[in-house]
């Protein structure tokens, strides 16, 4: 949760709260919920945040 730095990135952001955490890369989400098969994917769906995650971003990206 503190992780770099805050907020979303230009291109990849991960998104994190005490039990959870995906990152979307270039408008992709990369997720192990909400994705086809079983495991981690990648999905176009993107999930609504607002309060329940915590964005942080790698500096320059």
Known sequence: MNWKRRGKGKWITVY??????????AGLRFDTSMTP??????????????????????GGF
């Open 16 to 25: 994190s709260n005490p039990s959870h955490a995906y990152m979307i890369v």
């Open 37 to 58: 098969g079983n495991g981690p994917g990648w999905s176009k769906s993107l999930r609504s945040t607002p309060g329940r995650f915590a964005a942080r971003h790698p």
